[in-house]
């Protein structure tokens, strides 16, 4: 099992260009994340999905979107990419709280800068 | 919503010293506390967790201690090592809260 992926791995953009981020899962996982994490900050999470066809957003979802169109992918958006945009972002993947966790299995990250 | 406040931010130890790591949560629904390890330019990868139903669990060096009244979990690690150095977050989950509150890291250094 490949377990959770992210492409790319590092990328730049200018201000004003756009991308997107891709996270894929084989673990059959219901929910995913993703989190942005940058010096001092800790996790903070962008936006979430606890299933096929539903996202919610978490902390800090301005400048995003999301979707979700199969269960194993998670795709992250930015229209209008901003300096305040740099960071490493990580998605993450879990099993439902029905089942009383939520480990979160994090992909190896994409790291992001914007000129 | 829940609020995970994690002290201290920074810790540095000998090797072969005792470290502890404190959270503090705010939702008395949460029921699910994970701590995660994150080594430097590594992804955080889950290394002990607890529900609400026990107060204590160990693997080897590892331990974590819960404590629901006063809504406080802990993190020790024995006899430390250097390769114990990374980040170590710990987080909160459950009842109506899906998605987990990570607090805001702790800096361990194990000096040799």
């Known amino acids: 099992n490949a377990g959770v992926t992210q492409t790319p791995k590092f990328r730049v953009l200018k201000t004003g260009q756009s991308m997107t981020l891709l996270c894929a899962q084989d673990?059959?996982?219901?929910?995913m994340y993703w989190y942005r994490q940058d010096p001092g900050m800790g996790l903070r999470l962008i936006h979430y999905?606890?299933?096929?066809?539903?996202?919610a957003k978490g902390e800090v979802p301005d400048g995003y979107n999301v979707s979700r169109l199969k269960k194993q992918n998670f795709l992250l958006g930015l229209e209008s990419a901003a300096p305040s945009q740099t960071s490493v972002y990580f998605c993450?993947?879990?099993?439902?709280?029905?089942?009383?966790?939520?480990?979160?299995?994090f992909g190896p990250g994409t790291r992001l800068t914007v000129l | 919503g829940e609020n995970v406040e994690q002290h201290p931010s920074t810790l540095s130890v000998q090797e072969g010293d005792s470290a502890v790591i404190k959270c503090t949560y705010s939702?008395?629904?949460?029921?699910?506390f994970p701590w995660y390890k994150q080594e430097l330019g590594k992804r955080p990868q889950l290394i002990i967790d607890?529900?609400?139903?026990?107060g204590e669990k160990k693997d080897q060096r590892i331990a974590v201690t819960l404590n629901k009244t006063a809504k406080h979990f802990s993190l020790h690690i024995t006899e430390t090592q250097p390769e114990d150095s990374a980040v170590y977050f710990c987080?909160?989950?459950?009842?109506?809260?899906?998605?987990?509150?990570f607090g805001k890291g702790t800096l361990l250094t194990v000096n040799p």
């Open positions: 993450a993947s879990s099993y439902s709280m029905d089942r009383g966790y939520n480990e979160q299995f």
């Open positions: 673990m059959n996982h219901e929910y």
């Open positions: 999905s606890v299933g096929e066809g539903t996202t």
């Open positions: 939702d008395s629904a949460s029921n699910y």
């Open positions: 607890i529900r609400s139903n026990v």
């Open positions: 987080a909160a989950s459950g009842g109506s809260n899906y998605k987990p509150t």
